[in-house]
């Protein structure tokens, strides 16, 4: 009887070991599972805010991009018109260069109105100003110029 006692509290300590070391495996594989979904999710985390980040400055490249070239066409058109007032101003008795003025005046609105689309508000503006300027004001041009190209050199490095 001693034996198989002996037997049985040797089976039951083995079967005892064996669950609590079990137990203890268990526990350590849950930990390091649970410690390597923390670091895949941390991993995953910088890489989806690196991702926002990218995709950020891209679209703030690409705005740049729309509104320098708003900002270039516009200018441009100023330009021309800015030359038309110009020599109309030396002889405003002449009637083709009245028309000429005045269709240079004219073609300014295309680009004034996609800058007023792309902004900001503040270069927009400046830009009905330069326009304005232009057109009824030409002593207060060459201020209203220089304005729009303060406000959208500080547009385009924002």
């Known amino acids: 009887m001693n034996e198989l006692m002996t037997a049985v509290l040797a089976v039951v300590s083995a079967l005892g070991g064996s669950a ?3 137990y203890f495996t268990v526990r350590g594989a849950q930990r390091q599972a649970d410690a390597a979904w923390a670091s895949a999710q941390r991993l995953a985390d910088a890489q989806l805010e690196v991702a926002r980040e990218t995709l950020g400055d891209q679209v703030a490249a690409a705005r740049r991009h729309v509104r320098r070239s708003a900002y270039v066409a516009f200018l441009g058109r100023v330009d021309q018109a800015r030359q038309a007032t110009v020599a109309w101003s030396e002889a405003p008795a002449s009637t083709a260069l009245s028309q000429a003025r005045d269709r240079a005046l004219s073609a300014v609105d295309e680009p004034l109105n996609v800058v007023r689309l792309e902004g900001p508000i503040d270069v927009a503006s400046a830009a009905e100003t330069v ?4 057109a009824t004001a030409p002593h207060h041009f060459p201020q209203a110029h220089a304005e729009f190209l303060v406000l ?3 547009a385009l490095r924002s």
């Open 20 to 22: 609590i070391t079990g």
């Open 131 to 134: 326009t304005a300027a232009l």
């Open 152 to 154: 959208a050199q500080a």
